[in-house]
């Protein structure tokens, strides 16, 4: 099938150019504005003849005629090397990546301490490996599964992410359980690790004792370790240690723990007995109170108002009897002053 061939001639074509001055807009007078039009020529552009056709042939638009460019600037797009997907992703494996979000360059590295990589083993048991310190752990998510809920995010006070850590001690393990040291071991590093995801600048602990039997609570031990492993930022960023419904155990513990334990972390521990006093310290509105934590404080409360209201009937009871006993001692010793005074005959 032969080239169509569309050949459009234009002949005296002409484009009209009015050229003005490069100060316009201006005002200008009468005078001035005839001698300024009568002085000003039209320039005429005569548009040579072009063939609008496909082919290469003497004045087509395809012709080398037309070319005023250099051969180099001649552009092949098929010889033009684009980047694939390995090119363009090439720089991210140099260590020192970016990652683009909202505008900001935000450098990607290793792991954080804390910062976890989940997997499942050929059995379908679920591993969380953690960085905490500078060493690499391996937690057994299978085994803590039941106690996650003993550490979680009560909010933020103050002005900054301040954070609030709630740790129910009414979550944990009872000792009498099958493999509790193996629980508590890797209860321990999901304990940690959680703290320093959970913390970016100063932060308070909470500590829940109420509700807590003894056989729940932690041993020397295990709160030794917890504290030794702690990052130093971590311990020094700690600005309060608020204990809920302390027991005499609890007190019991901590003095015998003073040899391993700075004298600055003592002065940051403070004793509260009821939620509502730790409301007046810290917002409540994120912090997770469990329901056993809540009966307990109602009944402690109950009993704290009965013991009030005991000890305001009772002295007005026993200075009613110690009177009547008075009363009853001065009548007995009249009587026996009365047999011994001698009768009158």
Same mark, same amino acid.
């Given at each position: ?33 005839? +001698?300024? /039009? ?18 290469? #042939? ?18 092949? !797009? ?11 992703? +090439? ?6 990546? /970016? ?11 290793? @792991? ?19 960085? *905490? ?36 001690? $009414? ?5 009498? $359980? ?12 999901? !304990?940690?690790? #959680?703290?320093?995801?959970? !913390? ?13 039997? @003894? ?10 370790? $917890? ?7 971590? @311990?020094?960023?700690?600005? $309060? ?11 019991? !513990? /901590?003095? *015998? ?36 934590? /809540? ?51």
């Amino acid at each position: 099938m032969g080239t169509a061939e569309a050949t459009l001639r234009m002949d005296s074509m002409e484009v009209k150019d009015e050229w003005q001055d490069e100060d316009f807009p201006r005002y200008f007078s009468e005078g001035l504005l005839g +001698e300024s /039009l009568a002085q000003r020529k039209r320039r005429t552009l005569v548009a040579p003849d072009m063939n609008l056709s496909l082919d290469r #042939s003497e004045g087509s638009l395809l012709s080398d005629d037309f070319l005023e460019t250099p051969d180099d600037l001649d552009i092949n !797009v098929d010889d033009i090397e684009t980047p694939d997907e390995t090119d363009s992703l +090439e720089f991210i494996n140099n260590g020192n990546e /970016l990652e683009w979000e909202d505008d900001t360059p935000v450098a990607t590295a290793k @792991r954080l301490p804390g910062e976890s990589e989940e997997e499942t083993d050929s059995s379908g048991r679920l591993w969380r490996t953690v960085i *905490i310190g500078d060493q690499e752990q391996r937690i057994d998510m299978q085994v803590i599964r039941p106690y996650l809920r003993v550490v979680t995010h009560g909010g933020y006070y103050g002005e900054g992410l301040n954070a609030i850590i709630v740790f129910a001690a $009414c979550y944990l393990p009872d000792s009498s $359980c099958e493999d509790y040291t193996y629980i508590m071991e890797n209860l321990f590093l999901y !304990v940690v690790s #959680s703290l320093e995801l959970l !913390v970016a600048e100063d932060y308070m602990i909470i500590y829940l004792n109420g509700a807590t039997p @003894r056989r729940k609570m932690p041993g020397i031990s295990w709160l030794k370790r $917890c504290y030794q492993m702690i990052d130093r930022k971590l @311990r020094k960023n700690l600005k $309060c240690l608020i204990i809920a419904h302390p027991t005499w155990f609890i007190r019991t !513990v /901590l003095a *015998i723990s003073r040899p391993f334990i700075s004298v600055k972390f003592m002065d940051k521990i403070r004793y509260v007995h009821t939620l509502e006093e730790l409301s007046q310290i810290i917002p409540m509105e994120h912090v997770q109170i469990p329901e056993c934590v /809540l009966q307990y404080d109602d009944e402690k409360i109950r009993t704290q108002r009965e013991r009030i209201l005991s000890h305001a009937v009772f002295p007005t009871c026993n200075t009613v009897l110690t009177f009547a006993c008075l009363t009853y001692r001065l009548e007995q010793d009249q009587q026996q002053t009365n047999s011994a005074l001698p009768k009158e005959r």
